[in-house]
């Protein structure tokens, strides 16, 4: 049979599927993939540069800019770092970590929405898209109400948060789905009752479905562990790792949840699905416990803190669990009011390095749910 | 972080306020030191990072275990000093792949080199960038400045 010459593709930046600017080269042989490189960049903005001339409350906006799918949960990793730095001196209020929580986890949701949705949108279900956005939207208007903005927040503050919960956003545990979008109790029982197994039948169950993503993307657990893979990845694998249980940071220790892992041992890219999907129902677990307490519990949500914060000399690796993996802060303080240095360690950057491992072998349309899976953000892959 | 204490006495240690441990290396020891926690289950490489305290550099490597029996895990942080320039280590990304793009990162913000790289290229700038590594302090921008716009004013 008559061969023919490989292809070069290259698959973006303007590729719909690739979520940003993302640069995929992909080497084929017909259908065959069998080299591929990702190219970033091209949203690199000196995230790490511009918080070293910024004070250190200067710099929380910013870092909503890093991964803007789940901004309250790149707010909580920067700001408790630096509240780690000033020791003991900044005592955060309990009603404030009970409402930091609580965001994270919605956002988690929101996230995890986006993340699902879109990758079925890529595998061309429509539908499930829409009713994503929908949901989706629902959580804005919310979050709208408690901290002003929609997308970006600056909502959580260094020692506690901007504002309490508005008059009445709470709710109460009766609120059905006509109050999904006044109340979080509205939400979260609208969440549990009709969303989830809504989404569960019209996507996770339909076989085109799983047909495009079990067996697609298998990443063994010691792989994934050595190409630091976190979050849904790692989890997907079927490795039981979650910072919120394995290192507890905020009030993680005191709520009750599972930590869902991929199920059929192969860690594709249905896992991978499988656990974002189940993650969900976890948050809301997680948000229903919040609920409870911050509705019998009123008190200050901020801490009394010094009019311009100078920590003292010193340097801490903050870690904790985003909605698409492990980030990571490392502030160095040279006892002045600016950062002397700022890492952010970002999980879709780490997990991009797993694309040319990946996707070779696989078919050209094998790498939409591939991308879609792992589930990156390019805003923060660039920072 | 006893393992690392018998091996290397003379290592300078730390504790930061989170728990996590610090230990600072000669140069020349810093693959030894990545190995011996990679051999004590440290499988999984955080992050790779560099700090320029302005007269001199120093390379971070944060290692890490994936237990998931383990509650209030730490993360140990690998300290080397370098000079500011021409500063050249040993690359770990044929131990931990996971930490190829860390490497690379840190090259095209500080200039580090890794011998043995198996990618050793820029990676967020553009790869013919010429303007200096953007995350050492005395960076400065020497591209070109845009023109100022001036307002256009319309004939009355």
């Known amino acids: 049979m008559e061969r023919t010459k490989e292809l070069l593709v290259n698959m973006g930046p303007q590729h719909p599927s690739t979520h940003g600017v993302l640069r995929l080269m992909v080497k084929l042989d017909g259908e065959q993939v069998t080299w591929c490189e990702p190219d970033i960049g091209y949203l690199h903005r000196c995230f790490e540069k511009l918080s070293e001339q910024k004070t250190y409350p200067q710099v929380i906006p910013y870092t909503d800019r890093t991964d803007y799918l789940a901004a309250l949960i790149n707010e909580q990793c920067y700001v408790e770092a630096v509240e780690k730095l000033f020791g003991d001196a900044i005592q955060v209020p309990e009603r404030a970590q009970y409402i930091r929580v609580m965001m994270a986890e919605l956002q988690r949701i929101t996230s995890h929405f986006l993340a699902l949705g879109s990758m079925a949108l890529d595998l061309g279900a429509m539908s499930a898209f829409l009713y994503c956005w929908r949901d989706r939207e629902k959580i804005y208007s919310l979050f709208e109400r408690i901290t002003g903005g929609r997308l970006l927040y600056n909502y959580l503050r260094i020692g506690g948060v901007r504002n309490d919960l508005p008059e009445g956003i709470i709710g109460t545990p009766q609120d059905g789905e006509d109050k999904a979008d006044k109340t979080i109790w509205g939400f979260i029982n609208y969440f549990d009752a009709y969303v989830y197994p809504q989404w569960k039948e019209l996507v996770t169950e339909n076989r085109i479905f799983q047909w495009r993503t079990q067996g697609v993307g298998c990443l063994p657990a010691d792989v994934a562990v050595a190409y630091s893979a976190s979050g849904a990845v790692l989890r997907g694998s079927g490795v039981k790792w979650d910072l919120r249980k394995n290192r507890p940071y905020l009030i993680y220790d005191r709520f009750e949840f599972d930590i869902p892992v991929g199920t059929s041992g192969r860690g594709d890219c249905f896992d991978r699905w499988w656990v974002r999907q189940e993650e969900m129902l976890q948050s809301s677990r997680i948000v229903k416990q919040c609920l409870q307490w911050l509705a019998e519990n009123p008190g200050p949500v901020m801490a009394k803190v010094p009019r311009v914060l100078k920590p003292p000399k010193g340097e801490v690796y903050h870690r904790i669990e985003g909605a698409r993996g492990e980030i990571a802060c490392y502030v160095v303080s040279d006892g002045g009011a600016n950062p002397y240095k700022v890492k952010w360690r970002s999980p879709a950057f780490t997990h991009l390095q797993l694309m040319p491992l990946l996707i070779p072998g696989h078919k050209l349309a094998d790498i939409i749910p591939i991308l879609g899976s792992i589930d990156i953000v390019l805003g923060e892959v660039d920072r | 972080m006893d393992f690392l204490k018998e091996r290397f006495p003379d290592a300078q240690f730390a ?56 509650v209030g ?24 792949p996971g930490a190829n793009w860390h490497e690379r990162e840190t090259y095209d913000m500080y200039g580090i080199r890794f011998d043995g790289h198996p990618n050793h290229r820029r990676i967020l700038l553009p790869d013919n960038w010429q303007g200096g590594y953007p995350l050492l302090k005395d960076f400065t921008d020497r591209r070109p400045k845009r023109p100022r716009l001036v307002r256009h004013r319309f004939a009355e």
């Open chain 2, 15 to 70: 504790t930061h306020v989170n728990g996590d441990t610090e230990v600072l290396v000669p140069a020349a020891q810093y693959e030894e030191a990545v190995r011996a926690c990679y051999d004590a289950g440290y499988k999984y490489c955080s992050a790779v990072t560099a700090i320029d305290w302005q007269d001199r550099l120093t390379l971070v490597t944060s290692l890490a275990r994936i237990d998931p029996a383990e």
């Open chain 2, 73 to 96: 895990a730490r993360t140990i942080h690998i300290k080397v000093d370098l000079p500011r320039t021409g500063a050249h280590i040993p690359s770990i990304a044929g131990l931990y």
